[in-house]
C-alpha cells in the first residue's frame, strides 16, 4: 500500500508539473509559464531569397490539466521592446486559448527579414497581462525576451577576392550561401577559391539583372 500510495503521489507531481519541472511548484497552483525566457535568432547566413522567418515561443501550462479550453492574455512589454509590429513583425494574436488537456499552447511569430537592418539586433519582449485570467506562477519564466538580427559578419577571406567582388554587401554573401548551400570558412574558400568564385559569377549576373537591389560589383574581367 505504501509502495501503491508513493508511486500515485510521483504521477500526480508528474501531471502537476510541465518542464517548468525543474522549479518546485505547490499542488495547488495553476497558471502558466514560458517555456524560455530569451530565444535568439540570427538570420543573417540564410538563402537571400528567404524573406520571413517564424518562431514558435512555447508557453506551458502548470497545474492539473483541464478538460476544458482555458484563455489567458500576453502583453507586449513597449519599455523592453524595439521590434515594431507591421514592420518588423507581423502582429500577435495576444488573447489565446489552450486546448483541453493540453500542456502548452505555441504562439508563431513571423518576423519580416527584409526590413531588418543589417546590424541592428532586435527585440520583442512578452509577458503575461495582468488581466489574463491565468497568471505566471515562475517568476523567472514570467517573461520571454525574442532577440533577433539579420547580421552576417564579412568573412576574412573577402579581402583576397574582393577584386572580384568589391567592397562587403551582406546582399552578395548570402546570395552565394543561397547558390551553394551554407557559409564557407576560410580554409575552404582557400582550397576552392575558383568554384566558390565561378559562384559569386553568379551572384554578380543576378544583381546585374536587379538593379533595384543597389548591389554593384566591379567592372572588371573574370577568368573562371
Same mark, same amino acid.
Given at each position: 500500500?505504501?509502495? &501503491? %500510495?508513493?508511486?500515485?503521489l510521483?504521477?500526480?507531481? %508528474?501531471?502537476?508539473?510541465?518542464?517548468c519541472?525543474?522549479?518546485?511548484?505547490?499542488?495547488?497552483?495553476?497558471?502558466?509559464?514560458?517555456?524560455?525566457?530569451?530565444?535568439?535568432?540570427?538570420l543573417?547566413?540564410?538563402?537571400?531569397?528567404?524573406?520571413?522567418?517564424? #518562431?514558435s #515561443?512555447?508557453?506551458?501550462?502548470?497545474?492539473?490539466?483541464?478538460?476544458?479550453e482555458?484563455?489567458?492574455?500576453l502583453?507586449?512589454?513597449? &519599455?523592453?521592446?524595439?521590434a515594431?509590429?507591421?514592420?518588423h513583425?507581423d502582429?500577435?494574436i495576444?488573447?489565446?486559448?489552450?486546448?483541453?488537456n493540453?500542456?502548452?499552447?505555441?504562439?508563431?511569430?513571423?518576423? =519580416? $527579414?527584409?526590413?531588418?537592418? @543589417?546590424?541592428?539586433?532586435?527585440?520583442?519582449?512578452?509577458?503575461?497581462?495582468?488581466?489574463?485570467?491565468?497568471?505566471?506562477?515562475?517568476?523567472?519564466?514570467?517573461?520571454?525576451k525574442?532577440?533577433?538580427n =539579420?547580421?552576417?559578419?564579412?568573412?576574412?577571406?573577402?579581402?583576397?577576392?574582393?577584386?572580384?567582388?568589391?567592397?562587403? =554587401?551582406?546582399?552578395?554573401?548570402?546570395?552565394?550561401?543561397?547558390y551553394?548551400?551554407?557559409? #564557407?570558412?576560410?580554409?575552404?574558400f582557400? @582550397?576552392?577559391?575558383?568554384?566558390?568564385?565561378?559562384?559569386?559569377? $553568379?551572384?554578380?549576373?543576378?544583381? @546585374?539583372?536587379?538593379?533595384?537591389?543597389?548591389?554593384?560589383?566591379?567592372? #572588371?574581367?573574370?577568368?573562371?
Open positions: 500500500m505504501k509502495k &501503491t %500510495l508513493s508511486t500515485i510521483f504521477s500526480t507531481a %508528474l501531471l502537476l508539473i510541465s518542464s519541472s525543474s522549479y518546485f511548484i505547490e499542488p495547488s497552483k495553476s497558471g502558466i509559464c514560458f517555456e524560455k525566457s530569451t530565444y535568439s535568432i540570427s543573417g547566413s540564410l538563402p537571400y531569397a528567404t524573406t520571413d522567418s517564424v #518562431v #515561443v512555447i508557453i506551458e501550462t502548470i497545474g492539473e490539466l483541464h478538460m476544458e482555458r484563455y489567458y492574455k502583453q507586449i512589454i513597449d &519599455t523592453a521592446t524595439t515594431i509590429a507591421n514592420l513583425y502582429p500577435l495576444l488573447s489565446r486559448t489552450i486546448k483541453p493540453a500542456t502548452h499552447d505555441t504562439l508563431k511569430i513571423k518576423i =519580416n $527579414r527584409r526590413s531588418l537592418d @543589417d546590424h541592428s539586433t532586435y527585440t520583442l519582449t512578452l509577458g503575461i497581462d495582468p488581466s489574463s485570467p491565468l497568471q505566471p506562477e515562475i517568476m523567472e519564466h514570467k517573461i520571454a525574442i532577440l533577433f =539579420n547580421r552576417l559578419d564579412i568573412p576574412s577571406w573577402w579581402t583576397s577576392v574582393a577584386y572580384w567582388l568589391g567592397e562587403y =554587401n551582406i546582399k552578395k554573401y548570402q546570395k552565394f550561401i543561397e551553394y548551400g551554407n557559409p #564557407v570558412r576560410k580554409e575552404q582557400e @582550397d576552392r577559391k575558383y568554384e566558390y568564385l565561378r559562384i559569386f559569377k $553568379r551572384v554578380k549576373e543576378y544583381f @546585374d539583372i536587379h538593379p533595384e537591389e543597389g548591389v554593384i560589383f566591379p567592372n #572588371v574581367t573574370w577568368e573562371v
